[in-house]
C-alpha cells in the first residue's frame, strides 16, 4: 500500500517505488544545475554539490531519501573565505559567507522569484545574474514586460523585479 498522498511514493503498477528528489534551486553562485548528477535525482542517489568556479560547497554530498533532500540545502562559499574560518567552521558552513578579500562588487543576483506569468527562472541568462551582467525579462508566452531589464550591481537588482501583462493589454 503506498502512502497517501501528499506521498513520498509513487504508485506504479509494480509496487510503490519511492518519489525522487530535485536539485535545490535558489543556492546563491551554485552552478546549474546544483548537483552534478542533474536537476532530477531517484530515491538513494547522492547530490553532489555543484559550486561555480572561486566557490566551494559548503558540504560534499546530500541524500535523496523518499522526495526529500538530507540536508536539505548547501552554500557555496567564496574560495578566499575558507582561509579565514577554522576547520570546523569550514566544515559546518552554513551560512552565505562574506570575504573580507574579495571586492565587494563581486556578488551575483538571485533571478527575481514570484514573477506573476514569468518563466522559471524569470531572467533569460539563468537563476543568477553575475555582477555587472543584465538580467532579461523572461515572460510565458503571450505576455510581456515594459522592462526589458534589469542590472546587476553588488547582489542587487536594479529595478528589483518586474511585471509580465498579458500582450493584447500593451496594445490597447
Known amino acids: 500500500v503506498c502512502p497517501p498522498p501528499p506521498a513520498a511514493a509513487v504508485f506504479e503498477f509494480n509496487g510503490c517505488r519511492p518519489q525522487g528528489c ?4 535558489t543556492v546563491l553562485n551554485a552552478r546549474e544545475p546544483s548537483c552534478e548528477e542533474g536537476w532530477s535525482l531517484e530515491h538513494g542517489e547522492p547530490c553532489h554539490a555543484a ?10 554530498t546530500m541524500a535523496c531519501e523518499n522526495g526529500r533532500l538530507s540536508p536539505s540545502d548547501f552554500t557555496c562559499i567564496a574560495a ?8 570546523e567552521q569550514q566544515q559546518n558552513a552554513t551560512e552565505r559567507q562574506i570575504c ?4 565587494a562588487t563581486s556578488a551575483s543576483c538571485v533571478a527575481p522569484k514570484g514573477v506573476d ?7 533569460a541568462e539563468g537563476g543568477y545574474i553575475f555582477h555587472g551582467a543584465t538580467c532579461t525579462s523572461a515572460c510565458r508566452v503571450g505576455y510581456v514586460s515594459q522592462t526589458k531589464s534589469l542590472d546587476c550591481s553588488n ?9 509580465c501583462i498579458l500582450a493584447v493589454l500593451l496594445n490597447s
Open 22 to 25: 530535485e536539485a535545490p534551486l
Open 51 to 60: 559550486c561555480l568556479e572561486g566557490y566551494v560547497p559548503s558540504l560534499d
Open 100 to 103: 573580507d578579500t574579495a571586492p
Open 117 to 123: 506569468d514569468a518563466e522559471v527562472p524569470s531572467c
Open 155 to 163: 547582489g542587487q537588482l536594479e529595478p528589483s523585479t518586474f511585471t
Open 80 to 87: 578566499c573565505c575558507l582561509d579565514a574560518l577554522s576547520p
